[in-house]
Every structure is written in C-alpha cells, then in structure tokens.
C-alpha cells in the first residue's frame, strides 16, 4: 500500500472517504456476521435442549423396569438398640414380632494359671476351627512365649492374650475369630502338654439341639391337602403366649410357618398332648325336647284353675358315632421341586403326655414350611411343639478352662426359634430384610415392614421437573414477536425465541404433552390410567387458565404418597407394564416418553444432532463466506487508496504546473515592466 498523506494536495479527508467506502461495503460480512452469530446461537440452543430432553429421558427410565422403586420397602425395628433391619423391594409388608434369646458368641478359653518363670516343656499340638487348622511345634519355653507363637502362627484362626491373674501368676486366653457353633475350637495332639497347661481335661456334657414352635392365630388356614371331605364344624384357640393349640370338634388347619424349619435324619417332632373325647356342647344332663301338654282344669275347693302341662322327653337313642381311622393327628408339609409334600401322623385317642414321632426319616435334609393340626371328634390339646436334633458327638479332647461357649446366635420370629452362626447380615430369614442382632432382649421387638416412598416420590418429583424446565425452555425457545399496534412489529423482534417456527420442535412439544396426559391400560388390581390419578395434574382445580396453558406439571405430595403406599403396582405398571405377556415392558407412561425422545436422544445419529450439524455447515459457509468478502473488501480498500493516492499526486502534479507557469507568466510580466520603465 502507497504510503500517502491524507488530503495534502487536494485537502479533503480521504482517508475518511475511504473507510465510509469500506464500511459500505463491508456491510455484507455483517450480516453475515450476524447469521453466523444467529447460527451459534441456536447450535447452542440445541444442545441446551438435548440436555432437557435428555434429563426427561433419563428420569422417565427410573419410573418403570428394573430401576422403578414403587415396591421399595424399609424396615424399621422397634428398638434399634438390639435389632436393626433393612429391607429390599422383595420383603413382604406387615409385622413381625422378633425376640432375640442370645446373640453368637466366639468360643474363649484359658490355661490354668501358671508362673511367670515357669518353662513349660515341648510338645506339638493342632489348633482347628471350622475345619480349618494350624499347627504349633513348641520348643518349650514360657507361657508368654507359647502365646506368642500361637499368636504367629494361627491368627487367621484365633487370638490370644497373656494377662496377669495374680502375683506372678499368668494365664493364656485364645479366642475363635468365628462366632457361633462353627467357631469352637478344637485342640488335638500333645495331650501331655494341652493338659498341663490346663486347656484340656475338662468333662464333656452331651446336648441336644431344639427348635421350639410358638402358635399365633394369623398364620392359620384352612387344610390344602385332599385326605377329608366333611364339613367342618370345630373350632381352633391358641392359648396364652402360643405355647399350645385347641382344637375342638371336626376340623383340619394348616398352621403356615413364619420360617421354613430345618429337618435332619435324627430329628423328632415333640409335642404335650391331651384329650377329651366329648366336647363342652355334650352334657348328657340337657334335655332333648321341650312340649307344652295338653290343657287341664283342677277343682280346689269349688275353683277351677287352668293350666298346662309341660312334657320334658329326651330322645332315648342318640345317633351311632362315625367311626373314624384316627380321632385325631399331626402332620408336616414340605416342598420338593414345587410338588405339596405331606406326610400325616395319627393319634388314637388313648394317647397321652409327650410324643415323640421320627420326622428325620420322611422329611431327611429338607425344610418344612406348614404344621397340620386335625381333630375328627372331642377336643384335643397339643402344647410345647419342638423339633429336637441330637448334637454331633465329638472326638477331641473337652477343654477344661473355658470363658465364653461358642454360640449361635437365637431368635424367635413369630414364635418360631431359628439360629445362626452369626449376628450380622442375617438374610436368610426374613424374605427381602436383612437383620443385624446387637443385644439379647427381655421380650418381643416390632419389626414393621412399610412401602419406601421416598425414593419413588424423588423420582416423580425429578421426572416432573426436567419436564417443567423443558417446557420452560421451549416456551421461550419458540415464542413469537408479538405487536401490540400496527407498525411496531420490528421493535419487537429482539423477543423472538431462536426457534420459532420450527415446525419439527412444535411438534416434539405437542407429541409429549399429549405422551404425558394420555391414558393407560394400567395393571394390577387396581388399574391407575391417568397421572391425575396419583395427584399429578397440570394444575389445581380452578386454577387460572395461563397456567393450565403452560402444561407445567403440579404434585400434589400427600396424594402422591398414598397412592404408592396403598397401590405401588398399579402406579408401576401405569409407567410401564407389559400388555402381551413376553416379559417385556411395551406400555405405560414412561416407557412412552422414552419411545417419544428416542429419535431426539437416542446415541450417534438423531434429530438434534443432525440440527446442530446443519449449524456447524451454515457456521462454516459464514465463515468461507466472510472470508471472501474480507479479502475482496482488503482488495477494495487498496484499490481505493491507490485511485485516491493518483487523485493526489495528479493534484499535486496540476498543482505544480500551474505554479511553474503561475511564476513563468509573473517572470515575463517582470521583463515587460523592466523593459518599459527603461
């Protein structure tokens, strides 16, 4: 570019004139500029509104399948201080009365007490707990010494201490790092060395393993099994603290166990029983019948009295008894690859006191889940029902010193006493409910199984509001300038949304508030077909019309709770259910929202991503675009410069000339005057 001087020949701004020119000229790059910046703008709208879209997306998933919390349970304990429970979606509503009778306990023993400086001689020995075993070789030395070694050598099994009992009198403690039955130590080998130190020697008492049965009403049915076809007429009482039943009359119940009870080949089932072969209702002292007689007249004395003569007659035969193949009987019944399996026990009716039938034998390694009580006449008592198992006999030493018994932990749920090995993460026993025993208790504790509504009315509540923010945004997005009077729409296009008119996003917007507010066949006994149905509506009753218009979504909480507390499957199934029966979810209000989204959010390729694409190549063709046109105004400027600077030096040169000839005509004139005067 010639370097010049602005208007210094022809003393105008030229440098002014140019850039007018160039502005001019450059107003194409500004609107392209500006459809550049309209372009980004909606490129981030774009994606402004996939982050929406996909927020309802992700919220509607959690509404429906394998996510949906609807049958979420908690558990709570009416005294977490000894029990405490959490419970799964597969745990069963109600109450469960749970008393904890001992808590496991890890097997500890000790050594007699032995002096400080005493050596304790050499010798090998095995420790083993829960088949698991280590073996120690003593070299001899102090009792402090031989923990240590211990201590090194089966720290996976045990652990010991070496404490001052007296004077200079030391013990060895070892303690099983298991809890319960399985966690008993055993200590073979070196009987010389184990007696000595006074950890074996001890006397052996034989026990036998029992599992009691405590009754309650609640969990008594009627008989499922096909051995009897008579009307019933009896009745069933449970007595004070469910230790006993009576059954009186003609009457077969099932009593539906809590827990499904063990069975081992040497188990027995034990049980009082007593009898009656007449029921209250027999008293042979009632009279059959009651007929008033016929009238008589008698003479007293010249009065005639009138009356009537009441005949009391009994029937002088009473009905033959039916003849039965028992009076009465007990049963079992298990399960064996979904099959009923019963097996009954009758009792004649001179039976008396404690019975004892062998179960082991029918029942062998299996689990029972109901008890059958039946009675065919009279009245009969059973009380104190316990499955009885004889202890495995052992075949090492007794240890002599022992501390704390290895036991199981034991409760009772319903009345019926079950044991682990373990206190913690018990779940096992109740169906969806984990417990964790922390004290033994005096009685009987709540455990309450509820609907967990918090988390599935989180849920509502997160699909609800990424759906008010999307209406929000495309309210906003595709609002339309709107002029109050004539002339003044253009002063109004600033408040135009980015999208207006955007027929595709229209449409989005419509197919999902209809998606929505639609009905649903629903599920469950109970069918819920509408969102207003669980108190939410897209408003109050009455409300204004501008905020009916606006679709927004309201919740009404309390409503909202009770109806998942008191119908959670058919709010699951009304966001999504499966109307054919393949085991796949193809209905409901949710799994509609995602089919709605699936084409605006679905991964790779889809509409918002195809828009924003659009974008970016009507970005880049501003971008080419503006590029062109800057390098044609750069070229349009110089050009400029260039005409004005030959302006100027055409001036300058015009200039120059005519002051040359200016001073040549003043130089002749000069001549001529000189000329005259001489």
Known sequence: MPVTMSGMASGMDTDSII???????ARPIKQLEIRKKS??????????????LGDINSAAKELYGFRASFNDKSASSSDSSALEAKATSLADKGLRRIKIIQIATPHKVSTDPIQEEEIIPAGKFTIEVDGEKETINFKGGKLKRLAEQIQDTASDLVATTYIRKSGDEYLMTIQSNKTGE???????????????????GGVRKESVDEVKVSFDSRYFTSYMGDRRAEAENGSVRVGENGVSVTVKGLIWREYALPIEMAIKEDSQFEFELSYRDKTDGEDEGIPRRLQVGPEEKINIKGIILEGYNVERTREGKKDARKVYDSLMGVGLVSSEEGRRVERLY???GDAAGLMKIPVGKDFSAGT??????????????????RITTPAAKKDWPPLKNVIALPRDAKISVDGIEITRDRNDNLNDIIKGVTLSLKRPTQGEIDLSVENDTEASIEKIKKFVDAYNKYLDYQREATKAAIAKKPGEYKDGLSEKGLFVGDTTLMRLESALRMTVTDAYPGGGEKPIKMLSQI????????????SIKAGKLVIDEAELKKAIIENPDGVSSFFGTDTDGDNRTDNGMAFKVIYVLKPYVSPGKNILSAKIELEDNSIKLADESIRQKEDHLKKYEDKLRRKFSQMEQAITQTNSQRQWMRQQFEGISGLERDGKDK
Do not use: Q
């Not at 372009?39 to 929406?52: A, E, M, S, T």
């Open 19 to 25: 850039d007018k020119l160039v502005d001019v000229e």
């Open 39 to 52: 372009h980004n703008l909606k490129k981030d709208g774009l994606k402004v509104l996939g982050r929406y």
């Open 182 to 200: 399985k966690g008993e130590i055993k200590l073979t080998g070196d009987k010389g060395l184990l007696d000595k130190i006074g950890l074996t």
């Open 346 to 348: 009758p009792i004649g």
């Open 368 to 385: 029972i889940s109901k008890i059958i009580i039946y009675c065919n006449r009279g009245a009969m008592e059973v009380s104190r029902f």
């Open 535 to 546: 108190g939410v509506t897209t408003g109050a009753i009455n409300a204004e019309w501008e």
